[in-house]
């Protein structure tokens, strides 16, 4: 089984002088298991600053298990994960930092129903961070605007569609200032009308310069704003290219039969 990994010399010789040059996330040999079944085997990734990867694959392939190890919402048991130059290991303050530079977008947009918009967006700041309400408030206002929906902020989830929804989702993890934004399957979930508006925001994000790694289908998000595309399938990353080479010369038989499926 090959995997054509992009390999860590790329970060070059420069970028070791400067410590946050250095890549972003830095995954060597992941394997992940869940009791007897193989999850995640072998896994190398390289995210440096700055880029936009977009994962994508069949269901079950691995690819919410491999982002989610970046923040420890799952355990890997073999190899190394570095993130923001912090190795993740059983430490739980090294957990609670990198979970700092970490925010992370998910399918269902699991925000508090019970709170408004703006509490949603500064419950963590407020308590986790330690913000003065007032200006968790200002910060929370800044990145509604944003996402284009601060009218909405007195409102409840419920109150709000789908779109709109996972746009707060965004504005709440962005209020946590992370260095990098992990997204699992952001549009899946909402009504096809409902789905630019957040590949909007998402890549207004790219263009600010945010380092994002984005497990998706959106095939028009992958070529307008990846660098780089990389397929899954059975817990391997099979192969990686840019958007273009990526989607128009696939390498292996079941990258090409996965494009089959999806474009
Ligand atoms: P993808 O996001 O690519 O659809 P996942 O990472 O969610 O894939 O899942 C990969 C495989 O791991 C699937 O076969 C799934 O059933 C299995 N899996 C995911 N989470 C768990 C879990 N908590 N316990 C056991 N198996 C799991
Ligand atoms: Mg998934």
């Known amino acids: 089984e090959t995997s054509a990994h992009i390999s860590a010399d790329e970060n070059g010789a420069a970028d070791m002088m400067d410590p946050n040059a250095g890549p972003a996330v830095e995954m060597r040999g992941v394997n992940k298991w869940f009791g007897e079944f193989h999850v995640l085997r072998d896994i190398n990734l390289n995210v440096r600053r700055g880029e936009r990867i977009v994962v994508c694959g069949p269901s079950g392939s ?9 923040n420890r919402l799952e355990e890997h048991q073999k190899g190394d994960i570095i993130v923001d130059g912090i190795e993740l290991t059983n430490d739980l303050k090294k957990i609670d930092e990198i979970r700092r530079e970490v925010g992370m977008v998910f399918q269902h947009f699991n925000l508090f129903p019970h709170l408004t918009i703006l509490e949603n967006c500064t419950l963590a700041p407020i308590w986790v961070r330690k913000m003065p309400k007032r200006e968790a408030e200002e910060a929370a206002m800044h990145y509604l605007e944003r996402v284009k929906i601060p009218e909405q902020a007195n409102k409840y989830p419920g109150q709000l569609s789908g779109g709109q929804q996972q746009r707060v989702a965004i504005a ?3 209020c946590m200032n992370p260095r990098i934004m992990l997204f699992d399957e952001p549009t899946s979930a909402l009504d096809p009308e409902m789905i630019k508006e957040v590949l909007d925001v998402m890549v207004d994000l790219a263009k600010s310069g945010m380092t994002m790694l984005v ?27 840019e958007p273009e080479q990526f989607f128009t010369n696939p390498q292996h038989d079941r990258t090409k039969l996965f494009l089959s499926q999806i474009l």
Do not use: P, W, Y
Request: aromatic letters at 6%; hydrophobic letters at 45%; a positive charge.
């Open 172 to 174: 709440r993890a962005l």
């Open 62 to 70: 691995g690819k919410s298990t491999m982002i989610r190890c970046i």
């Open 215 to 241: 497990v998706t289908h959106e095939m028009g998000f992958a070529r307008q704003v990846a660098n780089r595309v990389i397929f899954m399938d059975a817990g391997q990353i099979v192969e990686q290219n």
